[in-house]
């Protein structure tokens, strides 16, 4: 049986449509906070369980029975996400799953200046000491991110950035059927695995880019962080989110995005979508 959490988001729910495809309802089952928000799968005849990281005692319930459980990275702006993450893996341990896995991102280390970085990183640290085989899915940065962290190109033709770096852009909707596909393999991959586009193309490449696809010049212009940071300031973001999006820009310069890999394409059978794709999708 695979038990799925986060089944309710768009890229666990993606990964758990691929599975239907080729399981039947009885071999799956969704855990989510509110069971209300999972009733599409319900009504599918999937199992549906109540489970909230940051409730440990609802967890092992919740788990019991999984050959493979997965688990999606915590998207809770204000909470601790290692220790959320804690309490899901040793809830998983606690009952026997087979084998865990966990939604990580491409460049999970400890010194990445993109937060979520560090945070993977411990967490395949605690997946890597809690006795059950496990995968980390190491994803590469959204493609779909591209709509607002390029900023609005297509008004100003320019793509304005902090500094430039190669970023492997991804598509979400092949993470999860990637995820799916190694789920369906039963245990052929074990420990950190890199799911990435094949390519990955820097600021100044997707302004080239985005030139091509929208039949205007669009340029990329590099500011000096403080400059960047005023022009967020201006345009409304706040504080927090600015020095959030700074770390990753900061990342992608210090190359934390970087590397690509062939696995993606070699799980899907097909090339994966690519940041071009993402740049010529309506806005
Ligand atoms: N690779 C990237 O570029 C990138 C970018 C952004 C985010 N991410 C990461 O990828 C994850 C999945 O992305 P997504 O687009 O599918 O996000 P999403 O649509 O916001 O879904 C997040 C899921 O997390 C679950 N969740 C949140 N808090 C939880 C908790 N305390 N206990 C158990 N489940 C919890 C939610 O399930 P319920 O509400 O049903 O409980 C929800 O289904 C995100 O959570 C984030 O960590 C990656």
Redesign the pocket.
């Known amino acids: 049986m695979i038990i799925i959490?986060?089944?309710?988001?768009?890229?666990?729910?993606a990964t758990a449509d691929h599975l239907l495809q080729h399981l039947s309802p009885s071999e799956l089952v969704v855990?989510?906070?509110?069971v209300s928000?999972?009733a599409r799968f319900a009504a599918l005849g999937v199992e549906v369980r109540q489970?909230?990281?940051?409730?440990p005692g609802s967890l092992p319930a919740a788990y019991d029975g999984a050959d493979q459980l997965l688990l999606?990275?915590?998207?809770?702006p204000a909470?601790d996400?290692v220790a959320?993450h804690r309490n899901?893996i040793e809830a998983a341990a606690s009952v026997g799953v087979g084998r865990i896995l966990y939604?990580s991102?491409?460049g999970a280390a400890p010194d990445n200046p993109f937060l979520?970085g560090a945070t993977h990183f411990a967490t395949e640290q605690l997946l890597a000491d809690c006795g059950v085989a496990w995968t980390s899915l190491r994803?590469?940065?959204?493609a779909h991110?591209l709509q607002w962290l390029a900023g609005p190109w297509r008004e100003t033709g320019v793509i304005a950035v902090p500094g430039d770096g190669p970023v492997s852009w991804?598509a979400?909707e092949d993470?999860a059927e990637a995820a799916a596909a190694i789920l369906l393999s039963d245990g052929a991959h074990d420990g950190a695995v890199t799911l990435t586009a094949p390519a990955a193309p820097t600021f100044a490449e997707l302004a080239d880019t985005a030139s091509e696809v929208s039949g205007r010049t669009v340029t990329c212009r590099v500011l000096g962080e403080d400059e960047w940071l005023a022009a967020q300031a201006e345009a409304g973001v706040p504080e927090q989110m600015a020095g959030f999006v700074l770390g990753f820009h900061r990342a992608a310069r210090a190359g934390f995005f970087a590397g690509t890999d062939p696995l993606l394409g070699e799980l899907l059978g097909r090339a994966p979508r690519t940041a071009r794709d993402a740049l010529a999708a309506p806005a």
């Open positions: 959490t986060g089944a309710t988001g768009a890229l666990n729910g855990v989510t906070r509110d928000r999972a489970g909230d990281y940051a409730d999606v990275s915590s998207s809770d909470g996400h959320l899901a939604t991102h491409q979520p994803n590469g940065f959204y991110s991804t979400r993470a």
